[in-house]
């Protein structure tokens, strides 16, 4: 089992910064993606930015040039800067992890609890 602890959310303003930060433990493979996910509202949960254990990045466009994802793989965390924030970021975001032992293997994917991240205008 994987357990992930975020920190870092909580109300700026527009155009301020957070960074969020997220600590995994458990039962962790040397092969995974980590990454952040946000939900607003009555609306479903979408990605916003993923960084694998090799370093490649992925970003949701409306994010990109604005947040940067990082990671330190002999700590288990990922970390997400967030600059030049909109109301539109408005949302709980989410820490997720997926791995598997080997490629013909399945996903296994695993949740933090969520951290409130509110920008007001």
């Known amino acids: 089992q994987v357990q992930l602890k975020e920190s870092g959310g909580g109300l700026v303003q527009a155009g301020g910064s957070l960074r969020l930060s997220c600590a995994a433990s458990g039962s962790i493979f040397s092969t995974n993606v980590m990454g952040w996910y946000r939900q607003a509202p009555g609306r479903q949960r979408d990605l916003v930015a993923t960084?694998?254990?090799?370093?490649?990045?992925n970003y949701a466009d409306s994010v990109k040039g604005r947040f940067t994802i990082s990671r330190d793989n002999a700590q288990n965390t990922v970390s997400l800067q967030m600059n030049s924030l909109k109301p539109e970021d408005t949302a709980v975001y989410y820490c997720?992890?997926?791995?598997?032992?080997?490629?013909?293997?399945?996903?296994?994917?695993?949740w933090g609890q969520g951290t409130q991240v509110t920008v007001s205008s």
């Open positions: 997720n992890l997926r791995q598997r032992r080997a490629y013909y293997d399945t996903w296994n994917a695993y």
């Open positions: 960084i694998t254990s090799g370093g490649i990045t």
